[in-house]
């Protein structure tokens, strides 16, 4: 079969596009790998000439070595379990509820009506605000953390699933009525494929909001993870500050690799929707 020239030169456009990406992306790689490492020569600048109080500032080298120090620990690295284990449970929880509750709101027009100006109310406080309610309730265990997490995920996904399922195409929906798709067959072969995007970018937002609230849990409730080894290490005094900033890094390198451990299950398990082709460059 004979192609015309547009099909060929989108073809080429396309091909030329592919070969060159490799490249793209080395480049961006290393701008990212060279803004790192001058951030961080500029920090030992700084606190070596003084430049900012050492008392409150350690030098990078003497907190890259609390840090080398610490990751060579199992102390450490249950620390970090600690951590995981709350935001990913937290993260369950709350995402699980959403997509339930979100489902039976999107479904229901007079549900919707009734329940969604609750839910923006509830969305707009402060996840922080119920911690003090949380420690009282529930002590500085395992179960404030993944209250907390759970609440600070769940009104942002609830919003997300309800959208999505509102969203859905009406030719979807009659062609699944027609070929007598119904009852829960319906939900999972159409709804919530469909709400699918909707819910990938809650859950991504929920992800970093929700490490967020599982640190300032255990930095302010007390609770065992990485925000409670920062808080002990800031207590200890200014000899441990190399420490505490460590453990800020660890977090902040923590929250990279999650972020981008859900973009990639994203891009895997969307890979059909239109918003990831476009991001291939195959739209």
Known sequence: MTLDAGTRAARRQRLAGAARRPG???????????????LLGLWQLLTASNALNRASFPTMASTMRALW???????????????????????????????????????????????????????????IAILPLAIVVLGTHLQMKLTLVGYAVFFPLVIQVV???????????????????RGVRRFFVVVLPSAA???????????????????????????PGLGQRI???????????????AFVLITGVLGIVLTGVFGLAEKRVLHWHESQRVARGQA
């Not at 959208?163 to 030719?171: C, E, I, K």
């Not at 808080?231 to 900033?245: H, K, Q, R, T, V």
Request: hydrophobic share 55%.
């Open 24 to 38: 793209r992306r080395a480049t961006v790689l290393t701008s990212k790998v060279l803004v790192v490492l001058a």
């Open 163 to 181: 959208y999505g399922v509102r969203a859905l195409d009406p030719t979807v929906s009659d062609t699944a009525a027609t070929l007598q798709v």
């Open 231 to 245: 808080l002990l290490a800031e207590n200890a005094g200014p000899s441990m500050f190399p420490l505490m900033y």
């Open 69 to 127: 120090d610490e990751l060579t620990t199992a102390s450490c690295w249950a620390t970090i379990g600690q951590t995981v284990e709350g935001w990913a449970l937290g993260l369950a929880l709350g995402g699980v509820a959403a997509i339930l509750v979100g489902s039976g709101i999107g479904l229901s027009r007079f549900a919707h009506r009734s329940t969604v100006p609750v839910i923006e109310f509830l969305k707009a406080v402060p996840s």
């Open 197 to 223: 995007p909707f819910v990938a970018t809650g859950l991504r937002i929920g992800a970093a909001t929700a490490l967020i609230l599982e640190v300032v849990a255990e930095l302010i409730g007390g609770a």
